[in-house]
């Protein structure tokens, strides 16, 4: 299991940001999708998931993070809109239906100030 994430940045409170990762090593089409999170100082944290049928956010994020993928590529992607100073952390994408202990690339950085 291959996870590799992009996409983090800087951006001012209000902003927006398009996380991606790239996958290889499994039958991604049929697995549960992730995107856990981790705050300066905190643990792991649930974001969204999805698979075949289901999408599924954490009530921090609902209505403004927008989980996708794209079976053909073997990514996963988070729209994040309207970023908050404490949406920031580092993100991960997560493979399995555990999302905080399942296989994790190496995440991407995510700032958002005030």
């Known amino acids: 299991v291959q996870l590799v994430e992009s996409g983090g940045g800087s951006v001012q409170a209000g902003g927006s940001l398009r996380l991606s990762c790239a996958t290889s090593?499994?039958?991604?089409?049929?697995?549960?999708m992730n995107w856990v999170r981790q705050a300066p100082g905190k643990g792991l944290e649930w974001v969204s998931s999805i698979w075949p049928g289901t999408i599924l956010y954490a009530d921090s994020v609902k209505g403004r993070f927008t989980i996708s993928k794209d079976n053909a590529k073997k990514s996963v992607y988070l729209q994040m809109n309207s970023l908050k100073p404490e949406d920031t952390g580092v993100y991960y994408c997560?493979?399995?239906?555990?999302?905080?202990?399942?296989?994790r690339g190496q995440g991407t950085q995510v700032t958002v100030s005030s």
């Open positions: 997560t493979a399995g239906n555990s999302p905080i202990i399942s296989p």
């Open positions: 090593g499994f039958a991604f089409s049929s697995y549960r």
